[in-house]
C-alpha cells in the first residue's frame, strides 16, 4: 500500500472528511513520526507495532566492480517490530489464504 492508497483509503471510510483533509492528516502523523525517530525517539503504536532506531556500526564492504575493500560507515537505521495483534492477524490471514487454495 503507498502513501496515496492509504489516503484514499481514508477518505473512503471517512466520508466527512476531504481527500485535502485527508492528506494532510497523513502527512502530518507520518511527519511527526519521522520527526520523533530523527530525534532518537521510539514510538510505540499498540496492537500494530513498535518503531526505533537500531545502530548499525562500522564495516569493511567490498565494491563489487573492482572488489577492493571500502569502509561503510556506522548508520543509524529506522527498525519496526510487529506487534502481537499484527503478529497474529497476518498469520491467519496466511492460514487462511493457504488452506483455501
Known sequence: MT????VTRLAERFSQLTQ??????VKTIL????????????????GFGSFSINRRPPRVG???RSGEQVTIPEKLVPHFKPGKALREAV?????????SD
Not at 3 to 6: A, E, F, G, P, Q
Not at 20 to 25: H, K, S, Y
Request: charge should be negative; avoid cysteine; proline fraction near 3%.
Open 20 to 25: 485535502r483533509d485527508t492528506e494532510f492528516a
Open 31 to 46: 511527519d511527526a513520526m519521522s520527526d520523533a525517530l530523527a530525534r532518537g525517539h521510539r514510538i510505540e503504536i499498540r
Open 62 to 64: 567490498r565494491n563489487p
Open 91 to 99: 498469520d491467519d490471514r496466511l492460514s487462511q489464504d493457504t488452506s
Open 3 to 6: 502513501r496515496s492508497d492509504l
